[in-house]
């Protein structure tokens, strides 16, 4: 099964952009790439997802290498709120095996 | 108001005991999945399901089982619990195959002892 790499942790500045990287060299052509986060106590929230293409949504963006074996999500100006633990996830087209890479733990400083 | 609503929310058992958690989601989507997740591990996938008796092993299937008898239903049956299951659980619920955004529980905080 594929499997993302994520660093452990990043810090950013309250109302800067932030860029979390995620490398997946072993996706396959079906495989979607999500990103999801997590707040202390409560369950994952779906951030963005994407095949090929780079894709905006009112919360973020995902920028998609060309080759597909990595990816960035980029939150144009983090707050407080943004402070979680972020996701990145392949899920294949068939058979739906969701693989969790370990998350980054984002801090964001005031 | 969309939801996928699990329970309980919390359960202390001792080993062996049967458990059932429930999963019930009304927005009549064909994906649910179980995740458990622990300290420095992430989430895992323990079973899935594209629709109703439909259901596959997810990565740490062992001790556990499912069924999807009603669409919006997905109950996680724990038939012998051990420690080693003691562990926050989510269910989550998607339309389609998977693909697109899945909704998560609030979770389920379970200890065995």
């Known amino acids: 099964d594929a499997k993302t790499t994520q660093p452990n942790s990043m810090e950013s500045n309250e109302e800067e952009p932030v860029h979390l990287p995620c490398n997946h060299s072993t996706i396959s052509g079906t495989d979607y790439i999500h990103w999801y986060r997590q707040l202390p106590s409560q369950g994952p929230e779906y951030v963005i997802h994407g095949l090929t293409s780079n894709v905006n949504n009112r919360m973020a963006s995902l920028a998609i290498a060309e080759d597909r074996k990595s990816s960035t999500l980029i939150l144009h100006r983090a707050t407080l709120r943004d402070a979680a633990v972020y996701y990145c996830?392949?899920?294949?087209?068939?058979?739906?095996?969701?693989?969790f890479g370990a998350g980054t733990i984002l801090r964001v400083k005031s | 108001e969309a939801q996928v609503t699990q329970n309980p929310r919390y359960l202390i058992t001792v080993t062996g005991k049967k458990l059932t958690v429930t999963c019930s989601q009304n927005m009549n989507h064909e994906y649910m999945s179980w995740y458990r997740q622990d300290p420095g591990l992430g989430l895992r996938q323990i079973y899935y399901s594209m629709n109703v008796e439909v259901t596959d092993k997810g990565d740490v299937p062992e001790g556990y089982k499912v069924s999807r008898k009603e669409k919006r239903n997905f109950p996680l049956i724990l038939e012998s619990p051990s420690p080693n299951q003691t562990s926050l659980y989510f269910c989550?619920?998607?339309w389609g195959r998977g693909t697109g955004e899945l909704f998560f529980g609030e979770g389920s905080r379970l200890t065995v002892l």
């Open positions: 989550a619920s998607s």
């Open positions: 996830i392949l899920s294949s087209g068939y058979g739906n095996k969701l693989v």
